[in-house]
C-alpha cells in the first residue's frame, strides 16, 4: 500500500527549478555548476540507487587519459585532432575535479601509469613503442612534456612474470573512488542541492509550462530537467545510439610487501590494475564476451572472473599468495564517437552520456558542459 503524501510534503518537496537524475560524477557536477553559476536555483537530483548507480562508484579509480595502444586505436576514429581534443577534455576534466574537492579529498597520488606487453606480443609492443615520440608532440602542449617512455627496467622490480615491454606514463595518477564520491555528494548537499536517493524516474512529462517526473514515490515538478544516468538514459531516451557495458572487478585481500605500485594497462586497456591500501584491485575482461558483457544488468561471470584471477597467478602476481576479498561490477555506456553526448532532447529536457568508459577524467567537464546548456535556456 503506497502512503499518502501530506500537504506539506507534496508543496515542499516536489517542485523545483532544475531536477538532474542520477547522482554519479556527472550529474553531480551538473547540479553544483548549476548552483554555483545561480544559487537562487531550487535544485534537487534523483536518484534511482541507495548509492550511485552505474560506474561512479564502482570505478577503478583511474585519473588517466589513455594508454599508447588506446590512443591508436582512438586516432584511427577520431584522426589527430579529434585526439588531442579528446585528449584536452579528459586532462581539464581530472584537473576540475581535482580543483573542485582537493587532491587529499579525492586521495590523489600520480604515481605513474604502466601498459604491459607480453613477451610474445613483441610485434605490437613494437607498434606502440614506434609511436611514443608521436603521442608525446600531440598531447605536449596538454599535460606536459614526455608523457610516454620505455621503462623495461621496472618490469622486475614490480615483479610481473612473462612481460617483455613495458611503457611509463608519468603523468598518470590514481584515486580513492568512494572517497571523490563522498566529497562530491557533501560538496553537493553544503550548496544547498537535495539529493533523493532510491528514487528512480520511470516516465518524464512535458506540460504546458513545466516538466513532470514521475517516480514511484511521488510526481515531481520543474522547469527544467537534466538526465545523467549514462548507460541507463535509454529507458527514458529510448532512440540513443549508446551500448551499455559492463565492467567486472575484483580486489585482493592485503598483500605483505606488494610490488605493485601505480595504474596499469594490459591488452590494449581491457585490463587495467592498481595497488589500494596493500591491496590488488583488478578489472576488465570484457573483451572475452562483449556480447554478454553489452549489458545494464550488473553481475559477475564466471568466465571473466576467471580470466581476472588467471591473469593474477599467471603474470601480475605469480609465485604471490593472494586471497580475493571482493568482486563487483560497473555499468558503463558505449557509443561509436568517443566524445561524450550533450543534447537538449526536447524543449527543457536536456541530457549527457556515452562516457565510454572516462567518467572520472571527462566526468566534473561533461556535468559543467550538461549545466551550461541547461543554464543557455534559462
Same mark, same amino acid.
Given at each position: 500500500m503506497k502512503l499518502a503524501l501530506s500537504y506539506w510534503e507534496t508543496t515542499t518537496f516536489f517542485s523545483?527549478?532544475?531536477?538532474?537524475?542520477?547522482?554519479?560524477?556527472v550529474g553531480l557536477n551538473t547540479a553544483i555548476s548549476l548552483k554555483k553559476s545561480n544559487s537562487k536555483l531550487k535544485i534537487c537530483i534523483l536518484e534511482s540507487g541507495f548509492l550511485p548507480s552505474g560506474a561512479s562508484t564502482k570505478n577503478a579509480g583511474f585519473a588517466c587519459f589513455g594508454s599508447i595502444s588506446e590512443l591508436i586505436e582512438q586516432e584511427k576514429l577520431a584522426g589527430e585532432d579529434g585526439l588531442s581534443t579528446l585528449v584536452k577534455k579528459r586532462w581539464l576534466g581530472l584537473n576540475k575535479l581535482r580543483s573542485i574537492l582537493g587532491d587529499e579529498q579525492i586521495d590523489y597520488q600520480c604515481l605513474g601509469g604502466y601498459e604491459l606487453f607480453k613477451e610474445n606480443?613483441?610485434? #605490437? /609492443?613494437?607498434?606502440?613503442?614506434?609511436?611514443?615520440?608521436? #603521442?608525446?608532440?600531440?598531447?605536449?602542449?596538454?599535460?606536459g612534456e614526455n608523457a610516454f617512455k620505455l621503462a623495461g627496467e621496472k618490469i622486475n622490480t614490480f615483479g610481473f612474470k612473462g612481460i617483455g615491454t613495458l611503457i611509463d606514463n608519468k603523468y598518470e595518477a590514481q584515486i580513492?573512488?568512494?572517497?571523490?564520491?563522498?566529497?562530491?555528494?557533501q560538496y553537493a548537499q553544503q550548496l544547498g542541492i537535495i539529493i533523493f536517493n532510491n528514487c528512480k524516474v520511470n516516465k518524464i512529462g512535458q506540460e504546458v509550462d513545466r516538466i513532470s517526473v514521475h517516480t514511484e514515490v511521488g510526481q515531481f515538478k520543474?522547469?527544467?530537467? /537534466?538526465?545523467?544516468?549514462? /548507460? #541507463?538514459?535509454?529507458?527514458?531516451?529510448?532512440?540513443l545510439e549508446i551500448a551499455p557495458g559492463r565492467g567486472q572487478v575484483l580486489v585482493t585481500k592485503p598483500i605483505k610487501?606488494?610490488?605493485?605500485?601505480?595504474?596499469?594497462?594490459?591488452?590494449?586497456?581491457?585490463?587495467?590494475?592498481?595497488?589500494?591500501?596493500?591491496?590488488?584491485?583488478?578489472?576488465?575482461?570484457?573483451?572475452?564476451?562483449?556480447?554478454?558483457?553489452?549489458?545494464?544488468?550488473?553481475?559477475?561471470t564466471d568466465k571473466i572472473q576467471n580470466a581476472l584471477e588467471n591473469l593474477l597467478h599467471e603474470i601480475i602476481l605469480p609465485n604471490v599468495d593472494f586471497e580475493i576479498d571482493q568482486r563487483w561490477s560497473g555499468i558503463m555506456a558505449f557509443g561509436k564517437s568517443l566524445a561524450p553526448l550533450i543534447k537538449q532532447a526536447k524543449p527543457n529536457i536536456f541530457y549527457a552520456t556515452r562516457c565510454n568508459g572516462m567518467g572520472v577524467a571527462i566526468g566534473a567537464q561533461t556535468g559543467e558542459d550538461l549545466a551550461n546548456l541547461v543554464l543557455e535556456s534559462l
Amino acid at each position: 500500500m503506497k502512503l499518502a503524501l501530506s500537504y506539506w510534503e507534496t508543496t515542499t518537496f516536489f517542485s523545483y527549478d532544475i531536477i538532474v537524475v542520477g547522482s554519479g560524477i556527472v550529474g553531480l557536477n551538473t547540479a553544483i555548476s548549476l548552483k554555483k553559476s545561480n544559487s537562487k536555483l531550487k535544485i534537487c537530483i534523483l536518484e534511482s540507487g541507495f548509492l550511485p548507480s552505474g560506474a561512479s562508484t564502482k570505478n577503478a579509480g583511474f585519473a588517466c587519459f589513455g594508454s599508447i595502444s588506446e590512443l591508436i586505436e582512438q586516432e584511427k576514429l577520431a584522426g589527430e585532432d579529434g585526439l588531442s581534443t579528446l585528449v584536452k577534455k579528459r586532462w581539464l576534466g581530472l584537473n576540475k575535479l581535482r580543483s573542485i574537492l582537493g587532491d587529499e579529498q579525492i586521495d590523489y597520488q600520480c604515481l605513474g601509469g604502466y601498459e604491459l606487453f607480453k613477451e610474445n606480443e613483441h610485434l #605490437f /609492443a613494437q607498434e606502440c613503442v614506434s609511436k611514443i615520440e608521436h #603521442f608525446n608532440q600531440l598531447i605536449g602542449d596538454i599535460v606536459g612534456e614526455n608523457a610516454f617512455k620505455l621503462a623495461g627496467e621496472k618490469i622486475n622490480t614490480f615483479g610481473f612474470k612473462g612481460i617483455g615491454t613495458l611503457i611509463d606514463n608519468k603523468y598518470e595518477a590514481q584515486i580513492d573512488t568512494g572517497k571523490m564520491m563522498f566529497a562530491l555528494i557533501q560538496y553537493a548537499q553544503q550548496l544547498g542541492i537535495i539529493i533523493f536517493n532510491n528514487c528512480k524516474v520511470n516516465k518524464i512529462g512535458q506540460e504546458v509550462d513545466r516538466i513532470s517526473v514521475h517516480t514511484e514515490v511521488g510526481q515531481f515538478k520543474c522547469k527544467k530537467i /537534466a538526465l545523467a544516468t549514462n /548507460a #541507463f538514459i535509454k529507458h527514458l531516451i529510448p532512440d540513443l545510439e549508446i551500448a551499455p557495458g559492463r565492467g567486472q572487478v575484483l580486489v585482493t585481500k592485503p598483500i605483505k610487501n606488494l610490488q605493485i605500485n601505480g595504474t596499469f594497462h594490459y591488452d590494449k586497456g581491457y585490463y587495467y590494475f592498481r595497488n589500494i591500501n596493500d591491496r590488488l584491485l583488478l578489472g576488465g575482461g570484457r573483451n572475452l564476451d562483449f556480447e554478454t558483457e553489452n549489458t545494464p544488468h550488473f553481475g559477475e561471470t564466471d568466465k571473466i572472473q576467471n580470466a581476472l584471477e588467471n591473469l593474477l597467478h599467471e603474470i601480475i602476481l605469480p609465485n604471490v599468495d593472494f586471497e580475493i576479498d571482493q568482486r563487483w561490477s560497473g555499468i558503463m555506456a558505449f557509443g561509436k564517437s568517443l566524445a561524450p553526448l550533450i543534447k537538449q532532447a526536447k524543449p527543457n529536457i536536456f541530457y549527457a552520456t556515452r562516457c565510454n568508459g572516462m567518467g572520472v577524467a571527462i566526468g566534473a567537464q561533461t556535468g559543467e558542459d550538461l549545466a551550461n546548456l541547461v543554464l543557455e535556456s534559462l
